[in-house]
């Protein structure tokens, strides 16, 4: 049980390190060109949560049974989601570049949240919360990528 727990942490691990690469590439590849090609920023952040949910299906070693997989998800959902909000509200740099997807990705699924001049409730509260609503959607998508599997898996 530890180690399909431990093998599907460290998978969501790779899934978030292979995210923040890609938006550093779109990003460092929008900035360094034309504003033109901004679409690509907000494509990224729409297609996140469908790369998490083929990162789901792709998870080999996964939790098994109803109640790991639900509390996996419950504790590997919650937490990042407190840590967007943290981050959103001025929190450490290093969380900023971890976050980094979740970030990126609120721009494109919230886009009204950012369009001109906000309350400080916006800025404050609901930007945080938006962060933290795009993990929820990354988390979906991968527990949904858990559920199209389907199956039993092979010890």
Excluded at 26 to 51: A, K, Q, S, T
Excluded at 66 to 78: D, E
């Amino acid at each position: 049980m530890l180690k399909r727990l431990g093998v599907s942490t460290l998978w969501l691990a790779a899934m978030q390190a292979l995210s923040c690469l890609a938006c550093f590439v779109v990003v460092n590849y929008v900035f360094g060109r034309d504003f033109r090609i901004e679409w690509m920023i907000y494509g990224l952040g729409i297609l996140l949560p469908f790369l998490w949910e083929l990162g789901g299906y792709w998870l080999k070693c996964r939790p098994s049974g109803r109640w790991q997989t639900g509390c996996f998800l419950i504790v590997w959902t919650v937490l990042p989601a407190a840590l967007c909000v943290w981050v959103g509200r001025g929190g450490p740099n290093i969380l900023r570049m971890v976050l980094y997807p979740q970030l990126l990705a609120r721009l494109a699924w919230f886009y009204p949240l950012f369009d001109g001049p906000k309350s400080a409730y916006v800025l404050f509260t609901l930007r945080p919360l938006a962060a933290a609503g795009t993990h929820v959607l990354m988390m979906a998508g991968f527990a949904a990528g858990l559920w199209l599997k389907g199956g039993k898996q092979k010890e």
